[in-house]
């Protein structure tokens, strides 16, 4: 084994040194695992499975894995293994040599080998024993982790979500421990794959979801410090290990995105405010409980809609959000999943863009990462039901969405959120717009001191030109800006909301009571039939992120033991302690922000509409005065 330069290139003679036992374990082995007292059984000939009443939680039972016999019997009527069958067996057992390999150059930079000779003439006592089984388990963990990486960079083809929600089965005792896990698990995913395609899906699958799996357990870990900063390559197979900041494979591509800062924002004051909120609240996520306190506490936004005109800073706002939740992930060790689904993921072939959709939807709500999905110009990528001239793939994907966002199957775990992006909202279909729980108005900057402001910071600093009379940046400080870009919604924006405002305070007075709420809510859906129980359950759940509309502290994000590494019942305590009720005042401004989003679309939409039938009609006139001066000519048939 030769190293340069920090990178540690494996050579062949150190994977050969494992293949017989390499060969042997994808050949046959023997695990021993726990006997589960709520495992069913298959019913032959059924459906249905069959769930013993005897517990069994203390009962331990062996099974053979032959994961070569498993691959041939995919096609029981043929002896001869398919070129990707074969290749699949080659793959498994060269992973297995390389991922003992790796935990051998693990063990001899950390010391276990020297500590594993000592064991084997005397068994360790006292510390000694400690660090032996410290970095036993360790080593370990990096062959779990070779392995999977290994499968996802050599084995070629597409990917499929698993239908399992089990995770795959992780031991810590040896390496030799680890790798049987894993190899019974992959043989269990790939029984019963129809063809090579499914087959090298399933294995795909396997090793993303083990490595997800790997990376939540990480912190568990003391040891693996070292291996964090370690480059091991192999150059014959094209295979690459940089520790584990970025998980290998087509899932984990590192994240390049031209990051923003805060301070670069200029306007857009209640979008930005939140975006910063949901990128703390995201990371508060408990990987070992899949929940997020600020879902059961409130205020958690699973999906929302941005909406402005072009240039207003959208796609600056993305930046920013993503950029903010990377740094808190990359600080606590958290894998972060970025994915924005576009127009390029509409295909023509029938179901594809529907697929293409999922996929996306299932990579940002894995349980087992920080997910932050966008669709841009959703306008343009999901189609309104009633448009005839949307195409198939369009009306596939708002289905999918539609499901995801607020089906009978959606689970919101605090883990991941949606934002979707447009020009133009009026042109999405009703029902999905309304599956937004926030609504950003990203209208850009509005005063003087927001236009000085943004030109003076993309001017730069190359000039001798004075700023003259204005404090920079002053009318941006967050907390003031807020202020008063909440104050602003105390009265409704759009004209037609107004009209039912002033007719509400005419009849009843100021709002004072739920009840006078809930006859406000009603006038409003009179005027707009829009204005539906979505509508309602969307405006209190901006109430309670009102409500959760607190500074968590600084120091709660500088270390990763401070806060992202506490139990779940600490965080929901320490987060509870700031936790303020909510005010009439709160009530009103999200009712009037919620309902003017409303009215803007609805008026939108209906200014579209006399437009195009203005345009029609105006055609329909030049068509007469043609036709009649064809008459006159006689050229009329």
């Not at 002896?79 to 790796?102: D, E, F, M, N, Q």
């Not at 990486?149 to 089965?169: F, I, K, R, W």
């Not at 999905?373 to 001239?389: C, E, F, L, N």
């Not at 009026?426 to 599956?435: F, G, K, S, T, Y």
Request: charged fraction near 25%; aromatic fraction near 8%.
């Amino acid at each position: 084994m030769s190293q340069s330069t920090g990178l540690t290139a494996l050579s062949e003679d150190d994977v050969d040194a494992h293949r017989q036992t390499a060969q042997a374990l994808i050949t046959r082995f023997v695990l021993l695992t726990a006997e589960g007292g709520g495992r069913s059984t298959p019913l032959a000939g059924t459906g249905r499975r069959f769930v013993s009443t005897v517990a069994t939680g203390g009962m331990r039972r062996t099974r053979e894995i032959e994961f070569a016999k498993t691959v041939a019997a995919l096609t029981p009527d043929d002896p001869l293994l398919s070129p990707a069958r074969h290749t699949l067996v080659y793959r498994v057992r060269r992973g297995v040599a390389v991922a003992l390999a790796v935990a051998d150059q693990f063990a001899r930079q950390s010391h276990l080998e020297d500590l594993q000779a000592r064991n084997r003439s005397q068994p360790l006592q006292g510390d000694d024993a400690a660090r032996f089984h410290a970095l036993l388990s360790a080593s370990s963990y990096v062959a779990a982790f070779s392995f999977a990486a290994y499968l996802l960079q050599t084995v070629d083809g597409e990917s499929e979500p698993l239908n399992a929600d089990e995770e795959p089965d992780l031991a810590f005792d040896t390496p030799q421990d680890a790798l049987k896990a894993l190899l019974a698990g992959l043989d269990a995913t790939i029984d019963g794959a129809g063809d090579d395609a499914v087959m090298v899906a399933r294995t795909r699958a396997f090793a993303r979801e083990a490595i997800d799996a790997l990376l939540v357990r990480r912190g568990r870990f003391a040891a693996l410090a070292s291996f964090a900063q370690a480059h091991i390559r192999l150059e014959s197979d094209d295979f690459t290990l940089d520790g584990f900041e970025v998980a290998p494979g087509q899932r984990r591509r590192p994240l390049v995105m031209d990051f923003k800062k805060p301070e670069e924002i200029i306007g857009n004051h209640l979008a930005k405010h939140q975006a910063m909120r949901l990128a703390r609240m995201i990371v508060a996520y408990d990987f070992e409980r899949q929940l997020n306190p600020f879902v059961e506490l409130g205020g958690f936004v699973f999906t929302f809609i941005g909406d402005g005109a072009p240039g207003t800073g959208k796609t600056i706002l993305i930046q920013m959000m993503a950029g903010l939740i990377n740094d808190y992930c990359q600080m606590a060790g958290y894998p972060f999943h970025y994915e924005n689904f576009g127009v390029d993921q509409i295909s023509s072939y029938q179901g594809k863009s529907g697929q293409n959709c999922k996929a996306f939807i299932d990579n940002v709500v894995n349980p087992r990462a920080i997910g932050f999905g966008t669709i841009d110009d959703i306008d343009q990528v999901a189609a309104k039901r009633s448009d005839d001239r949307a195409s198939a793939g369009q009306q596939e994907v708002t289905a999918v969405l539609m499901e995801a966002f607020a089906g009978a199957g959606t689970v919101v775990r605090g883990n991941c959120l949606f934002g979707m992006f447009s020009n133009y909202p009026e042109n999405v279909d009703d029902a999905l717009r309304q599956r937004a729980g926030a609504r950003w108005l990203i209208d850009g900057p509005q005063s003087e001191a927001d236009y000085i402001d943004i030109f003076a910071l993309l001017a730069g600093d190359n000039h001798a030109i004075p700023l003259g009379d204005h404090a920079l940046f002053e009318g941006q400080q967050i907390r003031q800006a807020v202020r008063r870009a909440f104050a602003d919604h105390d009265r409704p924006d759009e004209a037609r909301l107004q009209a039912v405002w002033e007719r509400f305070t005419a009849t009843h007075g100021p709002a004072r009571t739920l009840r006078d709420l809930g006859i406000y809510l009603h006038m409003i859906k009179q005027a707009e039939p829009r204005f539906t129980g979505r509508a309602i359950k969307n405006i209190t759940d901006a109430i309670k992120m009102r409500t959760m509309d607190i500074d968590l502290p600084d120091a709660w994000f500088e270390t990763p033991d401070a806060f992202l590494r506490k139990s779940y019942d600490d965080k929901l305590a320490m987060i509870s302690e700031l936790r303020t009720p909510f005010t009439l005042e709160m009530v009103m401004q999200e009712i009037h922000r919620y309902a003017d989003s409303e009215f803007r679309y609805s008026d939108r939409a209906d200014s579209a509409a006399v437009e195009e039938i203005v345009r029609r009609e105006r055609q329909r006139q030049q068509a007469a005065a043609k036709i009649e001066a064809m008459k006159r000519d006689g050229r009329w048939q």
